[in-house]
């Protein structure tokens, strides 16, 4: 839905200012994701941490003339074109807009409040109301004050069913959210500790909650709770609700019982005298409670209950924020660093629990003190002990002051407590763990990822070393080659070409590297846990990962019809709407893309849909490296032109392009339009010869043993090397396992040590490899430079018949990655 800047603007109250006309369909509040700047209003909201107002000239250079503003900034004079409605606070005025769009609408809509399971039985509905409505819901857990806006902002004219959920942290905030949602059907999940240090107490943090249900048809809760029951009759609540419970049988929802039987529960329940069952695919007890939410909400709706039996046991989980991980000495990790209250601790067990029935492995916890409960620390860990000792813990260790001094009331019999992190580290305790199914549960501040790091640490003594200082130098040479106005795109796929992504990616993000490319979705997701906020591309993505974008905001490259028809079907099952694509076009290289003749096809199927939006139009040079094709990279750069040209006028809407890579911006430069692509240059290497880029990365290894080896012996596997004269013979610690290639031996390659080139000798082994260094002053131990500042990567694929590439990306992830910088 569209609304014109005037509408907004009387909507929010302005008055006597000159509004230039324009129509507005995108709320932005985070300049990093523009899409349409035409359409989009943006509102400068300003937090503890920023000010969005420092954005402003580079949206209006990005093309946004629509900005909702507190102050007006001496710059923005010269912005004659652009509208700044200027406001008292806007955040609210954020919430006002939402609030006014959401008054549209006379749809049931559910609003979702509580500490924990809001995004599951979220998303649980959808999957369960999908076949009966058409519905917008929050994307991701968008709760927040200014989530919660823009996802109602998402609701349209189709939208029959909408699904929004609230999170509040501070009092006072959810009578904002209320307006906003205005839910019909209002449930509550869940009463934890999350946030409760802003709060007096368990009831009062109940009763903010409760404010979203004020002027609701329906209020969903649990009435065993006895903080949510009293709460409910102080707010005069009771009188509209449909609670649940398992004690009361004259509960409009009566939980008779519920029988865990493998991998499935069944739910036996009684409404309105009769009695039924129901079964889900999940044994916790969270996925139980939230299940019976949901049970709750379809019965409300009139939704049969032999339909409800049929969808729930089809339901699919939702993804959580842990992970698992292999550890060493046959130890497996569980990652849940998230959050640490009492209710995510106790969801972690249950899952730890759920992972010990795979393998017979000892169950030990480490976990940090636990912050921001609003509880004495006596009475917190009481309860921790009682859910550590409930779960079957074998071995505990605590880390923090607080859980240090209440260490008397765990009773697990192997526990160790330690002041910090570093303490633990320093203990070497975590050396001893062995065949342990390792829970990691740690507030952020205790920085458990050292803890994880450790347990999965390969001791190698190869490394690579990466040189950010020449990262960022070469960044900034292919920058200054480049219009303000156009994009850098960095390549960091194959793990940032072999030297590590994530920190390749950290680095470029702080110098404001405008976006990021990959080439399957789990780099991206890797990326984006690791707090890498901008935009990234997938070049290769799956047909069946969507969700995996869509949760991570990554935007897929799309290249046939097979993968476009398949993320339009996702999209509107989900209901998203305008997701970010970038489509290739072949002009010539013939690996992936639609053909020039497929447009007309393109643009058909683009055009009947909205779920997804063309960010980009693009394309690969084949050769742009070489004169000798010049006029072959001409053609292709003007066909994609031409195809970005119909692509662009078909669709109505703004769509950028690019074609050039490294090679393309060294040779090629008046073909920079919005984009440019850096991959290969990005990590010191010029594939035409251009002058000024700096080497990253060096890979070293190190001398083992040292032997002076008789004329006419052979060296190495299969015995194919004869020497022709004494030598004497270094092994190296490295070999084709960690990525050096077969082909490098029978001194076809070398390597650098001590100012001098040593040619690599017999056949390559996989861990370890010869070379002759007779002549050169070394010794066992020394440092061995395999490809680095003085013996080019360039020199060493060209000295095996390869490219850089392949030598970069083949370092295997055995070898460990050492950061330096200046």
């Not at 699904?163 to 205005?182: H, N, T």
């Not at 339009?568 to 209901?575: F, K, S, V």
């Not at 489509?583 to 643009?603: C, N, S, V, W, Y």
């Not at 095996?800 to 370092?811: F, G, Q």
């Amino acid at each position: 839905m569209k609304y014109s800047i005037l509408k907004i603007a009387s909507i929010l109250g302005i008055k006597n200012q000159n509004i230039a006309e324009g129509e507005i369909s995108l709320l932005l509040t985070d300049s990093r994701k523009l899409s349409s700047p035409q359409e989009t209003l943006f509102f400068a909201i300003e937090t503890k941490q920023n000010d969005a107002h420092k954005f402003i000239s580079d949206l209006y250079g990005s093309g946004v003339r629509n900005f909702v503003v507190t102050k007006l900034f001496p710059e923005w004079k010269s912005f004659t074109d652009a509208n700044f409605l200027k406001v008292t606070n806007t955040l609210h005025a954020l919430q006002k807009l939402a609030a006014y769009h959401r008054k549209q609408f006379s749809i049931p809509v559910i609003g979702i409040t509580g500490s924990n399971g809001k995004t599951i039985v979220k998303e649980w509905l959808y999957q369960l109301l999908e076949e009966d409505y058409n519905i917008t819901r929050s994307p991701r857990s968008y709760n927040s004050q200014t989530g919660v806006p823009l996802s109602v902002w998402e609701m349209t004219e189709n939208t029959t069913l909408a699904i929004f959920e609230a999170g509040i942290s501070q009092p006072d905030e959810m009578k904002y959210l209320e307006p906003v949602i205005r839910p019909t059907i209002g449930v509550f999940t869940k009463l934890g500790e999350a946030h409760q240090e802003n709060f007096s107490s368990q009831q009062q943090k109940c009763m903010e909650k409760m404010e979203l249900f004020v002027n609701s048809n329906v209020f969903i809760y649990e009435e065993d709770n006895k903080i949510i029951n009293q709460s409910a009759d102080r707010m005069v609540l009771s009188q509209k609700s449909f609670c649940w419970s398992r004690k009361d049988p004259d509960a409009p929802l009566y939980i008779r019982k519920t029988e865990k039987n493998g991998n499935k529960t069944t739910i036996h329940y009684s409404f309105l005298n009769f009695e039924y069952s129901v079964s889900i695919p999940f044994t916790d007890e969270a996925s139980i409670e939230n299940a019976i939410s949901c049970l709750a909400v379809m019965l409300y709706l009139n939704v049969k209950p032999g339909t409800i039996s049929e969808r729930m046991m089809k339901l699919e989980p939702v993804a959580m924020r842990l992970d698992v991980r292999q550890g060493k000495n046959n130890c497996t990790i569980i990652n849940d660093t998230y959050n640490s209250d009492i209710n995510s601790i106790k969801i972690a067990l249950d899952f730890q629990q759920q992972r010990k029935v795979e393998q017979s492995l000892k169950k030990t916890l480490i976990i940090s003190d636990i912050l921001q409960t609003g509880l004495l620390p006596k009475s917190l860990y009481k309860h921790v002990a009682e859910l550590v000792q409930q779960s079957g813990i074998e071995k505990l260790i605590g880390i923090g002051h607080d859980i240090c001094e209440n260490s008397e009331v765990f009773t697990v019999r192997e526990k160790h407590f330690f002041r910090s992190t570093e303490d633990f580290i320093r203990s070497n305790t975590w050396k001893e763990f062995e065949n342990e199914l390792i829970l990691l549960k740690g507030a952020r501040r205790y920085h458990f990822e050292q803890i994880n790091e450790l347990l999965e640490q390969r001791i190698h003594e190869t490394v690579l070393e990466v040189d950010l200082d020449a990262l960022v130098h070469n960044f900034n040479f292919y920058k200054s080659r480049i219009s303000p106005q156009t994009k850098l795109i960095c390549m960091v796929k194959a793990n940032g070409y072999g030297a590590g992504a994530v920190e390749i990616a950290k680095t470029l993000q702080y110098h404001r590297c405008a976006y990021f490319a990959v080439a399957v979705a789990e780099e991206g997701i890797e990326l984006r846990k690791e707090g890498i906020s901008t935009p990234i591309i997938v070049l290769n993505p799956e047909v069946n990962g969507f969700e995996e974008l869509f949760s991570k905001d990554l935007e897929p490259e799309v290249y046939n019809f097979r993968i476009l028809d398949a993320f339009i079907r996702e999209a509107e099952r989900r209901g998203i709407t305008n997701y970010p694509i970038h489509l290739k076009i072949d002009t010539g290289m013939h690996r992936l893309g639609f053909l020039p003749a497929q447009i007309p096809e393109l643009l058909e199927r683009l055009k009947s849909q909205k779920g997804l939006k063309v960010k980009s139009v693009f394309s690969h040079l084949a050769a742009s490296e070489s004169w000798m094709f010049d006029s072959f990279t001409q053609e292709q750069i003007d066909i994609i032109d031409v195809a970005h040209r119909e692509i662009g006028e078909k669709l109505g809407y703004p769509v950028w392009k690019h074609i050039l890579n490294s090679a393309g911006i060294e040779r090629f430069i008046n073909a920079q339009w919005d984009m440019v692509r850096l991959g290969i240059g990005l990590y010191g290497v010029s594939a035409s010869g251009l002058n000024g880029l700096k080497n990253v990365s060096t890979l070293k290894t190190t001398i083992l043993q040292i032997q002076e080896i008789p004329n006419h012996e052979t060296v190495g596997y299969g015995r194919k090397e004869a020497l022709n004269r004494d030598a004497k013979i270094a092994t190296i610690r490295i070999g084709y396992a960690d990525g050096l290639d077969r082909k490098s031996g029978n001194r076809k390659g070398k390597v650098w040590i001590n100012g001098k080139y040593a040619p690599i000798v017999g056949n390559v082994c996989m861990d370890l490899c010869m070379i002759d260094i007779t002549g050169i002053d070394a010794k066992e131990g020394d440092s061995v430079i395999v490809f680095g500042e003085n013996l080019p990567v360039l020199e060493v694929a060209e000295s095996i018949d390869t490219i850089p590439y392949e030598i970069l990306t083949s370092i295997s992830p055995r070898v460990k990655r050492i950061y330096v910088k200046e």
